[in-house]
């Protein structure tokens, strides 16, 4: 085979690769519009989206690099048609203040059962984090009342004299009077959702705390791990397709949650903020859901940089403050706290 056989060749499966990231990526940006009921494959995708756009990009310089003008506007494209994705991880932050402007301070965080520390040293330190940034309304997911010898709302009750409880797991306290509440329970799981409504200086606003089941992935390898701990052999193909399983399962479950969810927000007459943990990434069809026609991503108001939530292997932003488009975002953004595999997140609203 000549050089220019080979060189042509080269060009072939280039084009080809390029053609297939191409196509994912744009099934990965629309895999959110569609319930992960009977398009599983779609929805995943929007998992890898970074990944695909890194490779765009690497494809991009390639075609830049041997000169083709004639195929660099298929990555060129593929890429500008990321970008309303991309502003969901990265925002550039240009012109912003960090002044809060008296808004109304919100904190979620799942704290992770406080490490299940037995000294109460990590309710307390978390509190004092709250009392430090000035937060009005703090929501914590994966919640006991377990601290040491004492309870955690007794601990915060010089800061924070209000209190609505929903299932164990789950708290909202408050520095407004907290009018009214109620508990979101999920059918065949531990995780939840609840509301409270909060009079703020004779304003009402009603404020959801969420926790969206999880993907199981972590669970899935410890389980392999453990099996072939004991000396029982497991094929990479079973746990890949238990993986892939898991993955799927948790996809439909959280949808069907979040449905639950955006039903109980449209009923309302108050104006929302949600906060949370949805265990899912932006742009799935679990945040469309979450987000509707209404509501407003505070990090893509107003926050800055590149944002994650997740302190473990996968650094994805799966935390979330959400709020009526009748509100404005002043400030949003994350404080580095080690007693969870989650970071907080932070934002002023003003009303």
């Not at 298929?74 to 550039?92: A, D, F, R, W």
């Not at 972590?218 to 890949?240: D, F, P, S, Y």
């Not at 108050?270 to 509501?295: A, Q």
């Amino acid at each position: 085979m000549g050089k220019l056989a080979v060189k042509r060749y080269v060009s072939l499966m280039m084009l080809i690769l390029q053609l297939v990231i191409s196509i994912f990526t744009i099934v990965g940006l629309f895999g959110g519009d569609s319930s992960p009921v009977g398009n599983a494959a779609a929805a995943m995708c929007v998992y890898i989206l970074p990944l695909l756009i890194l490779a765009n990009i690497l494809m991009l310089l390639y075609w830049l690099i041997i000169r083709n003008w004639f195929i660099l506007p298929i990555p060129v494209i593929t890429v500008l048609c990321c970008i309303p994705y991309i502003s969901t991880i990265y925002q550039p932050g240009l012109f912003r203040s960090n002044s809060s402007e008296n808004g109304l301070k919100v904190a979620s965080y799942n704290v992770a059962m406080f490490g299940r520390s037995a000294t109460g040293f990590i309710a307390q330190d978390v509190l004092a984090e709250m009392r430090r940034e000035n937060v009005d309304v703090f929501c914590i997911q994966e919640y006991t009342n377990v601290s040491g010898d004492k309870k955690v709302t007794d601990i915060y009750r010089d800061y924070f004299p209000y209190v609505a409880i929903g299932r164990d797991d789950m708290a909202i306290f408050s520095r407004y009077p907290i009018t009214g509440k109620k508990s979101i329970l999920f059918e065949n799981t531990n995780n939840s959702a609840m509301w409270a409504n909060i009079n703020v200086n004779g304003k009402q606003v009603k404020i959801y705390n969420v926790h969206l089941e999880t993907t199981g992935f972590n669970r899935t390898l410890h389980q392999a791990a453990k099996l072939m701990n004991k000396g029982i052999k497991v094929e990479n193909n079973a746990i890949i397709n238990a993986i892939y399983g898991n993955y799927t399962l948790g996809m439909i479950i959280r949808a069907g949650q979040a449905h639950t969810v955006a039903m109980d927000m449209r009923d309302s007459n108050l104006p929302c903020i949600v906060c949370g943990d949805f265990n899912d990434v932006p742009y799935s069809y679990v945040y469309n859901v979450m987000m509707g026609e209404t509501m407003v991503d505070g990090f893509k108001e107003c926050g800055k940089g590149f944002m994650s939530t997740y302190r473990g292997a996968k650094p994805v932003r799966i935390d979330y403050i959400l709020h009526d488009k009748r509100m404005t975002g002043f400030t949003y953004y994350t404080k580095d706290m080690s007693y969870s595999d989650h970071l907080p997140v932070f934002m002023a609203i003003g009303l």
